[in-house]
């Protein structure tokens, strides 16, 4: 949040973006009686979610955690999928009667310093800028016109990611000319799409990790190419209770020293198969051991993946793991162990977003976003300022 200079009127906050931070946003200012508006250049609530989301797809984090403290999810033993959770933001904005505070179909296209009467001026482009999304509506009459706003303070709740980053893989032009396929994952919305492929993913995330499995279900052969192991990989149960809560801050304060030990600890849990009542998964947790503890990795050294996607597809899909893509040549995909896959038809991306904000006009704030740490040290200092 950036505040502007002080006045005796009550302030108006501008929001960017409809997502978890801006609806959080828009609830909290209304509870200190504070006036906002919140702008979003999609149709609908809810963000990446409701815009970026593929058909299938479910929440990474549980409903054991994933929600607002003061309106509970009433099952909290579920990965609630794209609608599920779109319509749990519904009800809360609903719940606290804050509807009329967003504007849809309105790009934030530039926020800038008021340097005369401070404060933040929006220019906001207004038009149909659905890309289509399967959770958008199908038709919409929005009048197109640009305007501007002044706002006393605003909110970026935008995200820091965007705009996709794919890998300047040598020869992946030459591939595309040829008839392949590369997209990155925030263009995947159904596996669908990809039946009897030759496709590979590459990425070991939890986005890579769910479209490789879901893909892998259709796809006549898949490749999943990971740069690295993840830390650890968690399914979303373990016998029939979500497992995340195993991926918390308790874990986390061990002292690093102990990391052997962890690795150690969680190799011989998921070998010990007799918590896990479903014994086709079997496989699936002695090949996430293994590979975990071959590549010596824990959540002390890498991000933890909430996904078993990789080892599903693996164990019951005969997907086959690569290191990472070297270059292409025609249709075939050389990777840096030398081994080559040929006659590839698709390849996804799943290789994380550059970080920006591109409305932000302010180089200063764009620094602040860009540098986490700096972020943080500006964001304690406006506790002891901000005007609740």
């Not at 960017?16 to 508006?37: H, P, Q």
Request: some cysteine; overall charge positive.
């Amino acid at each position: 949040m950036c505040r502007s200079m002080t006045t005796d009127r009550k302030p108006v906050v501008g929001v960017v973006g409809a997502g978890i931070s801006g609806i959080s946003s828009a609830k909290e200012l209304k509870d200190v009686g504070i006036d906002c508006e919140v702008y979003d250049m999609m149709p609908v609530i809810g963000g990446v979610f409701a815009h970026y989301g593929w058909q299938d797809g479910k929440l990474t984090s549980s409903s054991a955690f994933t929600w607002f403290s003061d309106f509970p999810i009433e099952n909290r033993q579920k990965h609630l999928n794209w609608p599920e959770w779109l319509d749990y933001l519904n009800r809360f904005i609903d719940h606290n009667s804050i509807r009329d505070r967003f504007n849809f179909n309105s790009k934030v296209v530039s926020v800038e310093r008021n340097k005369e009467m401070g404060g933040w001026d929006f220019t906001i482009h207004r038009k149909n800028w659905s890309n289509g999304h399967w959770t958008h509506p199908k038709e919409m009459d929005v009048k197109e016109e640009t305007f501007t706003k002044h706002f006393d303070y605003v909110v970026m709740g935008s995200g820091l990611h965007h705009g996709p980053n794919i890998p300047m893989w040598k020869g992946a032009e030459e591939f595309q000319k040829m008839g392949g396929t590369l997209i990155h994952s925030a263009k995947f919305r159904n596996a669908k799409e990809f039946t009897g492929q030759n496709v590979i993913v590459a990425g070991a995330g939890e986005s890579g990790s769910d479209i490789a499995w879901l893909t892998s279900k259709v796809c006549k052969k898949m490749t999943v190419s990971m740069r690295s192991c993840p830390g650890t990989l968690f399914p979303h149960t373990i016998n029939g209770n979500t497992a995340d809560v195993r991926d918390n801050r308790a874990v986390y304060s061990c002292p690093r020293l102990t990391w052997p030990a962890m690795l150690k600890g969680h190799k011989s849990f998921y070998e010990n198969i007799t918590h896990e009542d479903n014994k086709a998964r079997e496989a699936c947790f002695k090949w996430a051991a293994d590979i975990n503890f071959k590549n010596r990795n824990c959540i002390y050294t890498i991000n933890a993946c909430k996904s078993f996607g990789i080892p599903k597809a693996v164990c019951f899909n005969n997907a086959e793991v690569k290191p990472m893509i070297c270059h292409f040549e025609g249709r075939d995909v050389h990777f840096t162990d030398g081994t080559v896959v040929k006659d590839v038809d698709t390849v996804i991306a799943a290789t994380g977003f550059k970080v920006d904000i591109p409305a932000l006009k302010d180089e200063e704030m764009k620094m602040k976003y860009r540098l986490p740490r700096h972020l943080w040290f500006h964001l304690m200092l406006m506790r002891k300022i901000s005007f609740w």
